[in-house]
Structure formats: structure tokens, C-alpha cells
């Protein structure tokens, strides 16, 4: 029996038991990543959380509804009043469709789950889902061990538990573990060359483009890394699978998502993978040619396809150019404009640059939500070069790019963080497993003889001699009969062919030279200290991130809490805005606040709004934005035209909310002058800066926004001075009458502050008196003396246009007639 058979029975105990091991491993990471997510549940309630989410549950309600036909044809007339909006059309309809089948499901199996407790516990059922999947990314990369400890930092990042938490029902809580997914099956076909998974790979970025449009990253990534392995010299059958049914497939795909559709060919951030894919088929075909021609055939073979292949690639540049130029952005959308010129969406989109997410990070935001993975990343990238593989480049070109979006948008850290955790997973994977080795070799040290030595038998030390000396001489004629052997096999080889022979075998005798274990084992001592600051460091960071997620990111928007030394308080001031819209006002009633709290009211009041979060129509949003950087009088009149009956705003300078409307007052400024030109920023500031004290400028003073929201304010503060604690000064104008709007509610801690527009007044002063027939002429050029007569145009100009008959072309006597009709009583 040889020594390989004796070892199997044990190697396959050990192997079974080490998968054992990696399953009750993984499982404890999934329960570890749903768990750390459920702070807001414990802490709150199981209640949805910021804005978008609120769009998502209200869309999953009428899903579970209505069903899956009614959701794609819906055409939503409670949002963008009077432009209403297509659902089906509109919307990444993934995260709805997951949401509403786990409902349907926990139904089917008679699980009593209503449609919010299935949105609200969705996000953290994925994070385990994503953690899995960076396991098998990094698997695949660098094995088990570095597998397992990617999983469990990203079971905990802060920057990923920020966007999944318990009510965080939004894209982003699948698209992550779609987009892990995604690059695992695309590594996975590299290394394999299986088109099983090449077909999973294409399917599994057909689920990323239903759930998030941040799939543009992925089918722009994996073309970089295909181009890379094409220049380098590394171009496999592997990599020709892995790319090119992703590409035809996934696009098929991702053409029939409503909201794609044909962008999926037609707009710029697609483009790179055709071109790329072209790229393949002609280094495929040259390979292929290469194999089965001779030398000269290829020559002429390559002549030909350089021809053909340059008057197709021009062809193509000139459609390309051609569908482009037709586009005022060359066919990139207005986000990634921003992500490749970071000053675009401040100078042309100044709603996109008014989100808080769309701003730059700052460093301690990467510290924040990364914490000690920030240090452990380059260890990770170096790591990744020994040795350099295929799917050591990805994960590397994936850390590149990341940091590079992170850098630009604060909100793309989530993107970067599933690649710090595959770093840093390799990083302390590499760690743990030179230092525990370092540390195991020195325990199996002998140790020394202390003794006196024993006498020596000289015969048994002669038989051994001879034993080893025999074995010695067997394996130098075993190795050289090998050589001669090897050096006949050359002769009879061609020259050059010899030569790579002889080059081997040099190779392979240098490998057989006995490797000394102890060139890469530490010190004990230095071994054992070095475990022990990694076990800190990792404490710490699980400290962190427990602490964030309880702290930073458990608290739901809708509900705001404060410590102070009273105790804790609860701050619902929002709920019981949209509650008293719920009951006290009309179902058809249209409600006009800021864009942000759109979604909100929508979901929670259940009335019609004027803008929401969308932001699709930016000439709507700058309509909002004009009107409350209008006077009262003239925002009044926007508002009739928009059949608005209420205006809320948000308002935090009694309890120090800093996130009202005041502080975002200046991005409708600049929204509403980038249609209207006569709003002008520097008419609401005093020499450059934004005050709202006595020193305020009289626009920023007679504005509606100001107006509204300081409206009584110095009356509710204790000294009557109306001092503003968010903006920490005392305001400039206290004492005001609003003649256009009334105030109709107020919530307990002023936050939410509802007006109602008063209605025009009476057309007719004094007392009523018997109207006598007036003179009726063409009097369009000039302006009619009595109101009622420029009603009476108005009428009689929307009849003609509807009977299609010209204004013009209307005379006295029928002026007359219609006059005679409508008011003879």
C-alpha cells in the first residue's frame, strides 16, 4: 500500500469535514447579516424608511393588488399633476417583483405577511444573499479561507448596512447582491469555460438591470477587463465564453425591461461592449485562422481581414457618430455625465447636484463606512499579484474603478464597498495563514539534545550509511538513466523544439530541488503579537459597525429621535402632517410641496402632487421652485394654475431640524432660474453669502418660502425675538400678514407647516346691481374694463377652438348671442 492510499481515508475525513465547517461557517454569516440590520425594527417599528422606499411600497401594494398585467400598464394620475405618470414604463421593476413574490409565496404557504413586512424585511434577506455571493467571488479568486472572511466584513459594512437596513425598501438593498452575482458567474465561466454559466451569467445581469440602473457599471467593467486580458496576451476559449453570450443575451434582456428598452443599443454607456465584442471575434478568428493555416495562407488571411475588418469598424465609427451627434449630451445620460466630468451636473443639472448623495465624500465618510478596510485594501491589491490571475485582475480593475465613483458620489460607496471587503478578505486571509503556519512550524520544532549523547552502535550506523547511501546511488541512476533518456528525446526532436525541452527540464529539476520551509517562517514571538493586533483590529471594526448600525443608520427619516438629558425624544411630526392630509382634506385635492416629499405624500396622505422624487421633468420641478422664490401674489397665481388648493413646508428652526427647506432653499433658486431666467441667485444673497436676519436681502424677505416658513415664528419662541436655531441667528422679518394663503395646520414641533390658498375674491364690490347689456366689440388688443367681459372672451375663444373656427373670424352678432345665452338670467 502506498503512502497516497494510506492518506486518503484521512484527506477525505479532513475534506468533508473542512465543508462542513464552510456551510455552518456561511450560515452563521447569513444570520449575521440579517440580524445587525433589525436595530430599526427593535428600536422603532416596522415602519419604511427616507423617500424613494415610500414609491417602492406604494407601487408593491398596488402589485399585490391589482397584478402583475394591471403594474405594467399603470398610469399613475396621483403624481405629476396634471402630467401624470407611467409606472410600468418608468420604473426598475426588480425589487417590486422580488417583494411581491416573497408576499405571494408566505401566502401560498399560508405565512400570515402583509405586503409592508414584506418590504421592510426584504433588504436584510438580500444582504445575506450578497454576503453568499462575495464568498463565491472571492473563492474563486483566492480560495475558501479568503472567501469566508470577505463574507463576514461585508455581512457587516457599515456603507452596505447603510442602504439595507429593516424599512430600507429600495434598489439598491438587491442590485448589491445582484451585482456580486453578476461578476461571480462571470469569474466563474473564466475559470471553467462552462456555458452553463455563461447562460446564468446572462441571466443574472438580466436581474441586475430590473433592480437598479447602476447596471451600466457592470456592462462597462467587464468590457475593461476583457480589453485588458485581450492586450496582456492572456485571450482563452474561457474568456470568449464568459463575454460574448453575455453580451448577445444580456442585451436581448435587458431590451425587454420597459424602462430600457432600446437604450440597451442606443445610448452611449452600451457602447464599449459592442466594441469590445467586435474586438473578440477578430482576435477569435485570428486565433482560429492561425491554428488551421499555414504560415503563408495566414499572412494573406490577415491581409484580407485587416481590409474587411477596417472598412466594417469605420462603418460602424460613422453610425455611431452619426446616431451620437443627434444627441445635445452625444448620447450619455445627465448621471453619467456627473461621474465622468464631476463639475457637469453643477453647471448644466442643478438637480442632480442638489442631492446630498450626489456630492463627493468627504474622508471621514470613508472612514465611516469602511472603517479599518480602508488600510487593509492595498494589502489585499498586492496579494492579488501573487500570483496575477484573470480573476485577480478583475477584482482589481472592480477596486480601481470603485474607488474612482466613489470619489465622485457619496452615494457610489456602496459600490466600492463589496470590493474592500473582497480586498481586505484576502488581505487577512493571507495574514492569519503566514502567521498561524510561522507559529505551527516553530511548535513542531524538535528540540535540541540537552544531554549527554548516547554511544553510537558503529554497525547499525554502517548498515544505515549503506542503506542511505544505496538509496542515494538508486536515485542518482534513476535520475540519471531519466536524463539520458531525456537527452535521446531531444536528439531526435528538431532544433528549436530541443532547445524549449531542454529549458523545461532545467525547469523541472529546479522545482524538484528541496524548498526550505523556513525561508518564509517568522518568529515566534513575532508571529504570536502579530495574531494577536489582528484580532484587535477586527474587534474594533465589529464594534464600528455594530455601533452603526444600531446608531447611525437604525433611525428612519419619517421618525426623528434627540437625547438630551430628559431622555429621548420622539419627533413624528411628518406622520402627523401627512395623517391630517389623509383625513381633512379632499381625495382630489392637489397638495405642492418641494420635490422630496413627493414620494411621501403620495404614499402616506394618498393625495395628488404636483413634483416628487422622480425628477423627471426638471420645467415642472422649476415651476415648484419659482413659485416659492416668488412674492406671495405671484406665487399664488402659479399655484392656481396648477390647481394647487395646499402648500406645506418643512421647517426646523424652533427644534434645530437642519435638513428643512429653508437650507435647501437656494438649490430651487437655482433650479427655478435655470428655466426662468428672471430668478436670480444673487438676488437672495448680501454680498455672496445667504442670510435670513435683518441683513437679508428684500427678495429672500418677500420670498414665499420665507414667508411660509417664519410665518408666527416669533411668537412660538419663549423670548418673542424668533431666533432660528438651525440657521443660529434671530430672522429679519418677524411681524407679517400672508393675504394670499392661510395657515391651516401646524405640527407639534413646527416641522410641518400646511397652508391652504385662499380663493380669488368676489369680482363685484358693494351691492349687486342689475347688470345692464353691454357694448360688445373686438376689444382683444386692449384690456376689458370689467373682469366678467374677459371671462366671456375666454369662453367664447375656447369654444372656436374646439369647433375649430378662428378667434378672428367670430363677429359682434355672435358675441352677442353667447353673451345673451350664458347671462340672461
Given amino acids: ?204 445581469y438580466f436581474y441586475m438591470v430590473c433592480s437598479w440602473g447602476g447596471y451600466t457599471f457592470i456592462i462597462n467593467l467587464i468590457p475593461m477587463h476583457v480589453l485588458l486580458c485581450i492586450v496582456t496576451g492572456r485571450y482563452s476559449s474561457r474568456l470568449y465564453i464568459a463575454y460574448s453570450p453575455l453580451v448577445i443575451l444580456g442585451t436581448l434582456l435587458a431590451a425587454l425591461v420597459p424602462v430600457v428598452g432600446f437604450n440597451a443599443v442606443m445610448t452611449s454607456e452600451h457602447f464599449a461592449s459592442f466594441l469590445v465584442f467586435v474586438i473578440l471575434q477578430v482576435v477569435a478568428i485570428v486565433y482560429y485562422t492561425k491554428r488551421i493555416l499555414t504560415p503563408k495562407a495566414f499572412r494573406v488571411a490577415v491581409a484580407v481581414v485587416l481590409t474587411v475588418g ?207 520551509k523556513a525561508s518564509k517562517v517568522l518568529p515566534f514571538e513575532a508571529s504570536a503579537v502579530a495574531i494577536v493586533l489582528l484580532l484587535l483590529l477586527v474587534s474594533f471594526y465589529v464594534i464600528h459597525c455594530v455601533w452603526a448600525a444600531a446608531e447611525a443608520y437604525s433611525a428612519p427619516s419619517i421618525v426623528l429621535t434627540s437625547h438630551t438629558a430628559d431622555g429621548m425624544h420622539v419627533f413624528d411630526d411628518f406622520r402627523e402632517a401627512y395623517a391630517w392630509l389623509s383625513h381633512n382634506t379632499e381625495e382630489n385635492d392637489k397638495v405642492a410641496s418641494w420635490w422630496d416629499y413627493g414620494y411621501q405624500t403620495t404614499a402616506m396622505a394618498n393625495r395628488t402632487v404636483i413634483v416628487d422624487n422622480n425628477t423627471w421633468n426638471n420645467t415642472h420641478i422649476a415651476t415648484v421652485g419659482m413659485a416659492m422664490s416668488s412674492p406671495e401674489r405671484q406665487a399664488w397665481e402659479i399655484y392656481q394654475t396648477l390647481d394647487v388648493k395646499y402648500v406645506f413646508v418643512i421647517f426646523g428652526g424652533l427644534v434645530g431640524y437642519p435638513s428643512d427647506d429653508i437650507n435647501k432653499f437656494l438649490w430651487m433658486v437655482r433650479i427655478g432660474g435655470g428655466v426662468f431666467p428672471h430668478i436670480k441667485e444673487a438676488d437672495y444673497l448680501r454680498d455672496g453669502q445667504y442670510r435670513i436676519d435683518a441683513q437679508a436681502t428684500p427678495t429672500m424677505l418677500n420670498s414665499l418660502m420665507y414667508k411660509l416658513s417664519y410665518y408666527r415664528f416669533a411668537e412660538a419662541t419663549m423670548d418673542g425675538k424668533g431666533y432660528d436655531r438651525v440657521r443660529r441667528t434671530e430672522i429679519g422679518k418677524k411681524s407679517f400678514k400672508l393675504t394670499h394663503f392661510e395657515e391651516v395646520f401646524t405640527t407639534h414641533h413646527w416641522m410641518v407647516r400646511i397652508y391652504k390658498l385662499k380663493p380669488p375674491k368676489n369680482r363685484f364690490r358693494g351691492k349687486n346691481k342689475r347688470r345692464t347689456k353691454p357694448m360688445i366689440t373686438d376689444r382683444r388688443n386692449e384690456d376689458p374694463p370689467y373682469l366678467w367681459l374677459t371671462t366671456l372672451y375666454r369662453s367664447v375663444e375656447v369654444k372656436c377652438y374646439l369647433a375649430k373656427v378662428p378667434f378672428g373670424d367670430v363677429d359682434g352678432r355672435q358675441l352677442e348671442s353667447f353673451w345673451r345665452h350664458k347671462y340672461r338670467n
Fill in 310 to 516: 477596417t472598412i466594417v469598424a469605420l462603418t460602424l465609427i460613422a453610425v455611431l457618430i452619426a446616431l451620437v451627434a443627434t444627441s445635445p449630451t452625444k448620447g450619455w445620460s445627465g448621471r453619467s455625465l456627473s461621474l465622468l466630468d464631476p463639475t457637469y451636473a453643477s453647471k448644466y443639472i442643478p438637480i442632480i447636484a442638489s442631492v446630498s448623495e450626489h456630492q463627493p465624500p468627504t474622508w471621514p465618510s470613508y472612514f465611516m463606512d469602511i472603517n479599518i478596510l480602508a488600510f487593509l485594501v492595498p494589502a489585499g491589491v498586492i496579494a492579488c499579484f501573487l500570483p496575477l490571475s484573470d480573476s485577480s485582475t478583475f477584482v482589481v480593475l472592480y477596486l480601481v474603478t470603485a474607488v474612482y465613483f466613489s470619489g465622485v458620489m457619496v452615494r457610489l460607496m456602496l459600490v466600492f464597498a463589496p470590493a474592500a471587503c473582497i480586498m481586505s478578505g484576502i488581505a487577512l486571509s493571507e495574514a492569519f495563514g503566514t502567521l498561524t503556519l510561522s507559529v505551527k512550524y516553530q511548535i513542531e520544532l524538535p528540540d535540541p539534545p540537552t544531554g549527554p549523547v548516547a554511544p553510537v552502535d558503529q554497525t547499525a550506523a554502517g548498515a544505515t550509511s549503506e542503506t542511505s547511501a544505496s538509496a542515494t546511488a538508486a536515485d542518482l541512476a534513476k535520475d540519471k538513466s531519466v536524463s539520458e533518456k531525456g537527452k535521446e528525446t531531444l536528439r531526435e526532436r528538431p532544433k528549436r523544439s530541443r532547445k524549449k525541452e531542454k529549458e523545461s527540464a532545467e525547469k523541472s529539476v529546479v522545482k524538484k530541488a528541496p524548498k526550505k
Fill in 1 to 204: 500500500m502506498t503512502a497516497a492510499e494510506v492518506a486518503s481515508p484521512s484527506s477525505g475525513r479532513g475534506g468533508a469535514f473542512a465543508s462542513i465547517l464552510s456551510i455552518g461557517t456561511l450560515l452563521l454569516i447569513g444570520i449575521l447579516a440579517f440580524s445587525i440590520r433589525l436595530f430599526s425594527v427593535i428600536k422603532y417599528e416596522s415602519v419604511i424608511h427616507e423617500f424613494d422606499p415610500y414609491f417602492n411600497y406604494r407601487v408593491t401594494q398596488y402589485l399585490s393588488k391589482a397584478g402583475i398585467y394591471e403594474f405594467w400598464n399603470w398610469f399613475d394620475d396621483r403624481t405629476w399633476y396634471p402630467l401624470g405618470r407611467v409606472i410600468g414604463g418608468t420604473v426598475y421593476p426588480g425589487l417590486t417583483l422580488t417583494a411581491g413574490t416573497m408576499w405571494w409565496v408566505a401566502n401560498a404557504l399560508n405565512i400570515p405577511l402583509s405586503v409592508e413586512t414584506a418590504c421592510v424585511f426584504t433588504a436584510p434577506v438580500f444582504s445575506a444573499f450578497a454576503a453568499w455571493s462575495t464568498y463565491a467571488l472571492t473563492k474563486e479568486v483566492k480560495g475558501i479561507g479568503a472567501g469566508l472572511t470577505a463574507a463576514a466584513l461585508i455581512a457587516m459594512v457599515p456603507s452596505y448596512i447603510s442602504r439595507s437596513v429593516a424599512g430600507s425598501y429600495d434598489n439598491e438593498g438587491v442590485a448589491i447582491f445582484a451585482l456580486v452575482f453578476t461578476f461571480y458567474l462571470y469569474l466563474k465561466t473564466l475559470n471553467t469555460g462552462s456555458l452553463f454559466y455563461a447562460t446564468l451569467n446572462a441571466l443574472a
